[in-house]
């Protein structure tokens, strides 16, 4: 066990805390043995693991009601159908929706943010029309516009970030012209951790009438959303970072915008009437779900959201928020090693650089350790370039993560280091 000093006086009150080794239980794989030893996975902003539950429900629906959803009347896809329609129910209170139909299904983050790139652009932007982002952003922000870039002839703005890895914010007012249309901006950076001062730049963009995309991949298991509170026009998660199946995501879009978008694809179930002559398409939110979606996963989505929303968000917070605090201290105390990303306000991402050894390196030297961490660029390449470095070894955690497992890491991490010294 872990020896609390003064300095590390963890809240022992906590109930995730307190809890910890039976939410751990609830997660099958992080049971299992890696070469007779238990394994240690910090790799929760690439994906979660996930909770029996979850993989119960894919399995309850093979088994008892698979079947295609929507428009059948037999009883098997009339189950189908209901578990599916009840998870959109369940997202749309856990993010505190207006509305049910405000909730569409994707295949996670990515096809989100494709799908509003290429709809919004339909629907609302011409040539010359502006987009802002940050520095910060995932590939999948930013790719999409690029693309509108060559073939809309739109043009992308970039807000940049500071040395601690923290946005600009007094240049969002100066970016801002006449032509600003959008913004689209991650809430909390995979790469960094920073945590974004997202209401008040929603409440800037409002001010001239800019719509605003919030990319909650990373803060959607982590902080409370409320898309009413925060008024985004528009936010995405994935599933699969908050405990749910992959293949699985979630657009929110403000009903008067999704009701007057045009899709993003087009076929089976997205229809309501088709002729040879002319579609007439389905309301929202079937217009932008086109063809036989992930049921199975949707059904798992739901899952994860139930289970998540056992625990209380904030304790959810407060013991994540020490985890990284302790090992961020640790590392501080490791020489050869530096960490990418010094904002004061961070969530669960400790992102390390080192000039002795790679990121690719030092992930293996872990592995062998059953230490599972990320080393990469993260899909964040322009966020790598600002820092002048090639990737980062990204430890990232998760709520049934232990500080005797942040030790073990902190522990493995010197012996690695060490090794190239």
Not at 9 to 33: E, G, T, V
Not at 182 to 203: A, F, M, Q
Not at 283 to 303: M, S, V, Y
Not at 309 to 317: A, C, L, M, R
């Amino acid at each position: 066990k872990i020896k609390l000093t003064k300095k590390y006086n963890f809240n022992m009150k906590n109930y995730i805390k307190k809890n910890i080794d039976k939410i751990r239980s609830d997660f099958p794989i992080l049971n299992k043995l890696q070469n007779n030893k238990p394994i240690i996975y910090f790799d929760n902003a690439a994906t979660t693991q996930k909770p029996q539950v979850v993989i119960d429900s894919l399995k309850e629906y093979y088994e008892n009601y698979n079947a295609n959803i929507h428009r059948g009347v037999y009883y098997l896809s009339q189950k189908a159908t209901e578990k599916y329609e009840e998870t959109r129910n369940i997202v749309k209170n856990f993010i505190n929706a207006q509305f049910d139909e405000e909730i569409v299904f994707t295949k996670g983050a990515t096809d989100s943010l494709n799908l509003l790139a290429y709809s919004l652009a339909r629907t609302y932007l011409k040539e010359g029309d502006e987009v802002i982002i940050s520095h910060m952003e995932h590939h999948a922000n930013i790719v999409p516009w690029q693309e509108l870039v060559k073939y809309y002839g739109i043009k992308l703005v970039v807000l940049p970030v500071d040395d601690n890895g923290e946005l600009i914010l007094s240049k969002l007012e100066d970016l801002i012209t006449y032509k600003t249309k959008i913004i689209s901006i991650v809430h909390i950076s995979n790469s960094l951790g920073t945590i974004n001062p997202i209401e008040e730049i929603i409440k800037k963009a409002h001010e001239f009438d800019i719509k605003v995309i919030v990319d909650a991949s990373q803060s959607i298991q982590h902080t409370k959303i409320d898309v009413q509170k925060l008024d985004c026009d528009f936010l995405v998660f994935s599933g699969h970072k908050i405990y749910g199946p992959t293949g699985t995501g979630v657009l929110y879009g403000k009903k008067k915008y999704l009701k007057e978008m045009v899709p993003y694809q087009t076929g089976g179930d997205m229809i309501l009437n088709v002729t040879l002559e002319k579609t007439i398409f389905n309301d929202i939110p079937n217009k932008f779900e086109a063809g036989t979606p992930n049921i199975e996963g949707i059904i798992g989505l739901g899952e994860a959201i139930k289970y998540f929303q056992k625990y209380s968000i904030d304790d959810i917070y407060e013991y994540e928020k020490e985890l990284l605090n302790y090992a961020t201290n640790k590392v501080l105390e490791i020489d050869g090693i530096k960490i990418i990303g010094t904002s004061k306000n961070k969530a669960s991402v400790l992102s390390l650089y080192s000039d002795v050894v790679h990121p690719h390196d030092l992930g293996t030297l872990l592995d062998e350790q059953n230490i599972y961490i990320r080393a990469g660029h993260h899909c964040t390449q322009p966020i790598m370039q600002r820092f002048g470095i090639p990737a980062t070894a990204r430890a990232s955690f998760a709520f049934y993560n232990t500080i005797e497992e942040v030790e073990q890491f902190i522990e493995a991490l010197n012996k690695s280091i060490k090794l190239f010294l």
